[in-house]
């Protein structure tokens, strides 16, 4: 039987950077999609490939995939490795003069918008689930509407900008999910540790907790990306000030991390701070250029293994006939939580927000899952509604990238 055990952290960072390459290579040379989205793509397809094998008796493959995987934790590469980097380069490159003009719409969506959706696809869970024979308590439909709530703009920005898609709407759904993978990280915490300990807490406790997560997260970003901009300020060499920039995520976020504060709101903050004042009033001409090159490549780098990754846990989840129609509901169920969010926020402040007319189909259908809803899960206590809530986040992840991905294009051009 065919193994992956026994290989070090070097052994299996380089299987998935080599298998990584490997398919951006295959997918720019043969398919031609988005990067993200073709090699996710691919490596779906090399996963149900080696499962049907398996169901021939040729089980090597897949014994190899599934001990390869058992041996990388998600959860901690995504949201202890990659979100830092990811959001920060993320940041880099918004404009915070264009955050500020629609900050009304972005802060309803990324705060009051991720708490709705939350609520809304809790219930319509919790109670069509028992319909198709499975029952889940209220607070794991809870944990679910928390983990698919928060929105990712990696495979629909370029997509947005190539087909020419307003500015504003582009800045909307970039701020927008920039703050709620913060957002949705605390709330997800905040319900795991009431599963965990059985105990409700009090309005005191859970208040404090978003101050001190949400609110110390920004300031301490604030500050870090203060002392980042006068150390960047006080040198001219771009080999330094791109170190720096490294180590100002990396060690960030750490830190963050052991003080409890909100790491994904930290790293944004710290990006906005350095990729506005800091690339205007810190950096050469020469130093700007080498600063957006590197971490340009690290986002590509880092989202193109994400999505391999994601393509390749197909075959940890174990879906039965029911379990495919419950998955197919709930696709629709998130579509229609995000509708009614997105719905609500541009009817009411349609004054202040000038968005083109049709702007709510955008934001409805540009509104992706992504690797942070399948790390979220994966943190979850194993068993049975483990499992379930696994493959029904798979289900909306896959289908938002696929599906809504691969045409959010043609919606965009509807609304010029």
């Given at each position: 039987?065919?193994?992956?055990?026994?290989?070090?952290?070097?052994?299996?960072?380089?299987?998935?950077?080599?298998?990584?390459?490997?398919?951006t290579?295959?997918?720019?040379?043969?398919?031609?999609?988005?990067?993200?989205?073709?090699?996710?793509?691919?490596?779906?397809?090399?996963?149900?490939?080696a499962?049907?094998?398996?169901f021939?008796?040729?089980?090597?493959?897949?014994?190899?995939?599934?001990s390869?995987?058992e041996?990388?934790?998600?959860t901690?590469?995504?949201?202890?490795?990659?979100?830092?980097?990811?959001?920060?380069?993320?940041?880099?490159?918004?404009?915070v003069?264009?955050?500020?003009?629609?900050?009304l719409?972005?802060?309803i969506?990324?705060?009051?918008?991720?708490?709705?959706?939350?609520?809304?696809?809790?219930?319509?869970?919790y109670?069509?689930?028992?319909?198709?024979?499975?029952?889940l308590?209220?607070?794991?439909?809870?944990?679910?509407?928390?983990?698919?709530?928060?929105?990712?703009?990696?495979?629909?920005?370029g997509?947005?900008?190539?087909?020419?898609?307003?500015?504003s709407?582009?800045?909307?759904?970039?701020g927008?999910?920039?703050?709620?993978?913060?957002?949705?990280?605390?709330i997800?915490?905040?319900?795991?540790?009431?599963l965990?300990?059985?105990?409700i807490?009090?309005?005191?406790?859970?208040?404090?907790?978003?101050?001190v997560?949400v609110?110390?997260?920004?300031?301490?970003?604030?500050v870090?990306?203060?002392?980042?901009?006068y150390?960047?300020?006080?040198?001219?060499?771009?080999?330094?000030?791109?170190?720096l920039t490294?180590?100002?995520v990396i060690?960030?976020?750490?830190?963050?991390?052991?003080?409890?504060?909100?790491?994904?709101?930290?790293?944004?903050?710290?990006?906005?701070?350095?990729?506005?004042?800091?690339?205007?009033?810190?950096?050469?001409?020469?130093t700007?250029h080498y600063?957006?090159?590197?971490?340009?490549?690290?986002?590509?780098?880092?989202n193109?293994?994400?999505?391999v990754?994601?393509?390749?846990?197909?075959?940890?989840?174990?879906?039965?006939?029911n379990l495919?129609?419950?998955?197919?509901l709930?696709?629709?169920?998130?579509?229609?939580?995000r509708?009614?969010?997105?719905?609500?926020?541009?009817?009411?402040f349609?004054?202040q927000?000038?968005?083109?007319?049709?702007?709510?189909?955008?934001?409805t259908?540009g509104?992706?899952?992504?690797?942070i809803?399948?790390?979220?899960?994966?943190?979850?206590?194993?068993?049975?509604?483990r499992?379930?809530?696994?493959?029904?986040t798979?289900?909306?992840?896959?289908?938002?990238?696929?599906v809504?991905?691969?045409?959010?294009?043609?919606?965009?051009?509807?609304?010029?």
């Amino acid at each position: 039987m065919a193994s992956a055990t026994g290989l070090t952290v070097f052994d299996i960072s380089a299987i998935f950077l080599s298998i990584t390459a490997l398919l951006t290579y295959v997918n720019h040379r043969f398919i031609g999609l988005p990067t993200t989205i073709g090699v996710m793509v691919i490596s779906m397809l090399v996963s149900i490939a080696a499962i049907f094998l398996g169901f021939l008796g040729f089980d090597q493959l897949i014994d190899y995939e599934v001990s390869l995987l058992e041996q990388l934790d998600f959860t901690e590469v995504l949201l202890d490795g990659m979100l830092s980097m990811l959001l920060f380069a993320g940041a880099l490159h918004v404009n915070v003069s264009d955050l500020k003009r629609y900050k009304l719409p972005i802060g309803i969506l990324a705060c009051v918008g991720t708490l709705l959706s939350t609520v809304m696809i809790a219930a319509a869970l919790y109670y069509m689930l028992p319909l198709l024979g499975f029952s889940l308590p209220f607070i794991w439909c809870l944990l679910f509407g928390a983990l698919i709530s928060p929105t990712d703009p990696i495979a629909v920005m370029g997509i947005l900008q190539s087909a020419g898609a307003p500015k504003s709407i582009e800045t909307v759904i970039a701020g927008e999910s920039l703050f709620n993978d913060g957002i949705s990280v605390v709330i997800f915490l905040l319900l795991l540790g009431i599963l965990s300990s059985g105990d409700i807490p009090t309005t005191y406790y859970v208040a404090n907790m978003l101050v001190v997560e949400v609110g110390g997260g920004i300031v301490f970003g604030l500050v870090l990306g203060g002392i980042l901009y006068y150390l960047l300020k006080s040198i001219d060499s771009y080999q330094e000030e791109v170190l720096l920039t490294l180590a100002g995520v990396i060690g960030g976020y750490a830190l963050a991390s052991h003080w409890h504060l909100s790491g994904p709101l930290a790293m944004v903050m710290m990006g906005l701070m350095v990729g506005n004042r800091g690339r205007s009033l810190a950096m050469s001409g020469k130093t700007r250029h080498y600063v957006d090159l590197f971490w340009e490549l690290i986002d590509e780098i880092l989202n193109a293994i994400l999505f391999v990754l994601i393509g390749l846990e197909v075959v940890m989840i174990i879906y039965s006939g029911n379990l495919f129609i419950a998955a197919g509901l709930t696709i629709l169920i998130a579509l229609l939580a995000r509708l009614i969010v997105v719905g609500i926020t541009t009817t009411t402040f349609r004054q202040q927000l000038k968005l083109p007319t049709g702007a709510w189909k955008v934001l409805t259908w540009g509104g992706l899952r992504g690797g942070i809803s399948v790390a979220l899960v994966l943190q979850l206590p194993t068993g049975s509604e483990r499992d379930i809530l696994l493959a029904l986040t798979y289900a909306v992840v896959v289908f938002s990238i696929l599906v809504q991905g691969l045409s959010i294009g043609k919606v965009a051009k509807s609304i010029r």
